[in-house]
């Protein structure tokens, strides 16, 4: 790769690399006693590609803790705008006519959920670029929350399920009563089976949906190819999920669609930004750094170059005696 | 790429350099093979060789030196097939459309939704046919424009095949929930108790002549909510103007875009649409339109490879067949379309 010429010398103009011309030479203006300096990259392999930056995955680990509370404090608002159960039934829905409802599934999802979320965190922490990865996932996961918040403030649809347990609605609202509704929920992570999230009104788009899938495509991005029985395990935990949940009416089937639609498209495009270094900058042939987040995205991944190696290593001082060194995919 | 082994330091040379044949190891060059001038004749990589002070060289490949030019043929038959495929998931979204209107919830069971922005605006039934006007001379415009491109063939087939993409979404999302009706005033024709699949078809026939605008009268089946087709279309024709018409052009640009939003909030007002309609349908188009363009303009995107997650897109492959004769950016360059007074007229070459 030419690289530009040093000011210190006459600057000669390399061209793209589809030109690879010498435009002096051409014309004759270099003479015999000038040099031409080209600065050649370093080329070291120790080189820190993939710096970890904790700082920065603590940063992003807080932009998505701040979207995860902004989540719980729409829904603790616009569950006092929710339908009347009384007046609206549930809406009519594809799956809701072939499928009766179960209230065991919503256990049975947010079970393997939370197997789901442990697993890929254990992942995580194994992984050699354990920081990077957790970057990446508290980032995206602030995105999905922040815009998830948006959907669900802005139109409220009735409540899905006849049996699901909502808390009464109070008469008046105020700042207190909300954050005391922020903090219960915030005890509860969001699931229902520890009997916390009581307050309704959160359905475009699924949540549960979101988790399952981006369980599913973490794992399957950042373990080797040839575990193959990992990610087809992760796509069967994450269908039954999602399964499970229009089964116990936890969401409408609209909601699921959506939920995967914006999931993956907003996974694809990270990734595909971060993976591809062309893609880094802004240019009218990059389309995506039209999005809103770009700036946040350059912020976590400018030092991060190329593609992360798929590699393990047992993080803690004991026992790694009992562990190899670091296993190369 | 050979380098010295002092990496990171400038190679200084005596001014003198030469272009050989690339031969991977070649060190010591003391006579010149041949001129730089022949070299640049060569249609095979080249490569410059750097002579330093220690009589190391460095090597440097340099890929051919003729420019390659964005080959952008028209393929007409492409571009039918694409509006074939619009049209296609046209009637698919029309076909929910007369499904779904017998399964909206009652309205006499079921009032509008609570929303946002109703509870900020009050409705105005006027506003729907400002919303259309607004979206019928925001189309015509955009054709019009397009009619006069350059390279319309490859335009239009692009257009066709985002807005069938997004009508195919559409479908989805319209047939697998259904919200109550959105506004008190607006007629939905009574439903049918016993619907077949002949009373399906004149409907869409029905709904067809209308362009699925409620204008003309065409439109009173309801349950088209999610999402929204008016802020798709109105959207599509500011990015597709944005795209296409030369950057200094930018009152047309700010043009399209007042109106686009204008024609967004009036269908709003109307309560012709919830406001997380309008929002899906804005992310929808934005990113669909965003992430095909950014496919077609990088030409590493174009096959599946491992740094290239769209290739998991299942239209991928749509993409490929349309765009894989498709090398570099469209430029945006306008010329009359017609052969009769071409001769009288410059081609217009606008950058």
Not at chain 1, 197 to 204: A, S
Not at chain 1, 284 to 307: A, P, Q
Request: aromatic letters at 16%; proline letters at 5%; a positive charge.
């Amino acid at each position: 790769m030419m690289k530009e010429a040093g000011r210190t010398c006459k600057s000669v103009e390399i061209d793209c690399l589809s030109n690879g011309l010498i435009r002096r030479d051409m014309n004759g203006d270099l003479n015999d006693t000038e040099d031409i300096r080209i600065t050649v990259p370093s080329f070291d392999k120790n080189e820190g590609k993939f710096p970890s930056e904790k700082w920065k995955t603590f940063v992003a680990f807080i932009f998505m803790f701040i979207n995860l509370v902004l989540n719980l404090t729409c829904l603790s608002i616009v569950h006092e705008r929710l339908p009347e159960r009384t007046k609206y039934p549930p809406l009519p829905d594809i799956f809701f006519d072939l499928f009766p409802p179960s209230d065991w599934a919503l256990d049975v999802s947010e079970g393997i959920i939370v197997v789901s979320v442990w697993s890929t965190l254990f992942m995580i922490f194994i992984h050699r670029h354990g920081f990077i990865i957790l970057r990446r996932v508290f980032l995206i996961m602030g995105l999905l929350y922040f815009m998830r918040s948006v959907t669900m403030f802005v139109t409220q649809v009735p409540v899905a399920s006849t049996t699901y347990y909502c808390s009464p609605k109070v008469n008046k609202t105020s700042a207190g009563l909300i954050l005391g509704r922020v903090i219960h929920m915030l005890g509860g992570l969001g699931l229902s089976i520890n009997g916390r999230h009581t307050y309704c009104g959160d359905y475009i788009y699924s949540g549960h949906t979101v988790i399952l899938t981006m369980a599913y495509l973490v794992m399957h991005e950042y373990t080797p190819r040839r575990w193959c029985f990992i990610h087809w395990l992760m796509w069967v935990a994450s269908v039954t999920g999602i399964f499970m949940v229009l089964l116990s009416r936890g969401h409408y089937t609209v909601d699921v669609i959506i939920a995967y639609f914006v999931t993956t498209r907003i996974f694809w495009i990270y990734h595909t930004l971060a993976n591809n270094p062309i893609l880094k900058n802004e240019e009218s042939t990059n389309f995506l750094s039209n999005v809103w987040w770009f700036s946040l995205f350059l912020y976590f991944e400018r030092n991060v170059n190329g593609v992360l190696p798929n590699q393990f290593q047992w993080p803690l001082q004991w026992p790694r005696r009992c562990f190899r060194s670091p296993h190369v995919s | 790429m050979s380098v010295s082994e002092d990496e990171n330091q400038p190679l200084l040379t005596n001014g003198k350099y030469q272009v050989s044949k690339g031969t991977p190891n070649s060190k010591n060059i003391n006579e010149p093979t041949s001129s730089f001038e022949q070299g640049m004749n060569h249609r095979e990589n080249s490569c410059l060789i750097l002579p330093c002070e220690n009589q190391d060289a460095v090597k440097i490949n340099l890929p051919s030196p003729e420019r390659e030019e964005a080959r952008l043929p028209s393929e007409i038959c492409k571009t039918v097939i694409a509006f074939w495929f619009m049209f296609f998931n046209l009637v698919l979204n029309l076909t929910c459309l007369a499904i779904v209107h017998d399964r909206v919830p009652d309205r006499s069971k079921y009032p509008p939704l609570p929303d946002i922005f109703f509870g900020v605006f009050s409705s105005a039934d006027w506003a729907l046919d400002v919303s259309e006007i607004i979206i019928i001379t925001s189309v015509w415009s955009s054709l019009l424009i397009i009619f006069f491109h350059r390279h319309r063939f490859i335009v239009l087939r692009r257009i066709f095949l985002i807005m069938g993409l997004l009508y195919f979404f559409r479908s989805i999302t319209m047939f697998v929930t259904q919200v109550p009706v959105a506004s008190i005033t607006y007629y939905c024709s009574p439903k049918k108790n016993n619907t077949t699949p002949i009373l399906i078809v004149k409907r869409v026939l029905h709904l067809l002549s209308g362009f699925g605008l409620s204008i003309n009268g065409q439109h009173t089946f309801c349950g088209d909510y999610i999402y929204s087709g008016h802020t798709v279309i109105l959207t599509m024709t500011y990015l597709v103007i944005n795209e296409y018409t030369p950057r200094r052009c930018w009152i047309l640009h700010w043009a399209f875009w007042c109106a686009s939003v204008t024609g967004i909030f009036m269908v709003l007002l109307s309560r012709g649409h919830y406001t997380v309609d309008v929002v899906l349908a804005y992310f929808v188009t934005s990113r669909v339109f965003w992430i095909y363009h950014t496919l077609a303009n990088n030409h590493f995107l174009k096959t599946a490879g491992p740094t290239n997650y769209f290739a998991r897109l299942w239209w991928f492959h749509f993409f490929s067949y349309f765009e894989r004769n498709v090398t570099g950016t469209v430029p945006r360059q306008y010329e009359w379309p017609l052969p009769l007074f071409r001769r009288c007229l410059r081609r217009i070459l606008i950058m």
